[in-house]
């Protein structure tokens, strides 16, 4: 069993075009996130959701939009991509506060945009 | 300071070899810290976690020393497939954002 699914693996789509990412669960974590990592292998951290709030939110372009679902979910859609778009995006779930025992990522979805 | 601060190689070592990562970190409350390991397009995956003590794993130990604000990685005989990117993960705690190295890229060479 799957840990923390994501979907698609691999996704290649034009500029300008809307596009999703799904994500599940089924550690019983309260809370998820999405990362990107770019070609400079940065992790930089995009949004997180605890018990289905948002509790962070870093500075991304409202292009990008979240959503929660349940706690077990957690999708990205991104509007009117662009080439800058183009990256690895990791979604991971972990419980918080003094229950951190560190990250769960799924396998990510390699993001081509062209 | 960055908030988390890794070399980021790469280091290249021989089969063999023993190898240390440091990694320092700017938040003296953090509370928690982890050393995660991912390979070539690959997601990140939980080495370890850093506790106050040092722990142990087989080749692997990790050490922290909050005095001097950095958590190390040592990795004895070293094996070819221990070549990865090492990453250092600091926790503040509660809701606040755990914070990335950038990574250590380690290459062992036959």
């Known amino acids: 069993d799957t840990a923390v699914s994501q979907t698609p693996k691999y996704l290649v789509t034009q500029m300008g075009n809307d596009k999703s990412i799904k994500c599940e669960q089924n550690?019983?974590?309260?809370?998820m996130y999405w990362y990107k990592q770019d070609s400079k292998k940065f992790l930089k951290i995009m949004f997180s959701y605890n018990n289905k709030e948002l509790i962070i939110n870093e500075t991304v372009p409202n292009r990008f939009s979240p959503k929660s679902p349940d706690k077990a979910h957690l999708n990205l859609h991104i509007n009117s991509l662009e080439l800058g778009d183009s990256a690895v995006y990791f979604c991971a779930s972990s419980s918080l506060g003094q229950d951190f025992y560190g990250y769960t990522f799924g396998s990510g979805t390699r993001l081509t945009v062209v | 300071r960055k908030e988390v601060e890794q070399d980021p190689g790469p280091f290249n070592v021989p089969e063999g070899a023993t190898v240390a990562f440091n990694c320092t970190y700017s938040?003296?409350?953090?509370?928690?810290f982890f050393w995660y390991r991912q390979d070539c397009r690959k997601e990140p995956k939980l080495l370890m976690s850093?506790?106050?003590s040092g722990n142990e794993d087989g080749r692997f130990t990790a050490q922290l020393n909050r005095a001097s604000q950095y958590i190390s990685l040592l990795i004895r005989d070293s094996k070819l497939s221990d070549s990865a990117t090492y990453l250092c993960?600091?926790?503040?705690?509660?809701?606040?954002?755990?914070?990335f190295g950038i990574g250590t890229k380690l290459q062992v060479i036959p």
């Open positions: 850093v506790y106050s």
């Open positions: 550690l019983g974590h309260d809370t």
């Open positions: 993960v600091v926790n503040p705690g509660g809701y606040q954002k755990v914070t």
């Open positions: 938040n003296s409350a953090s509370q928690s």
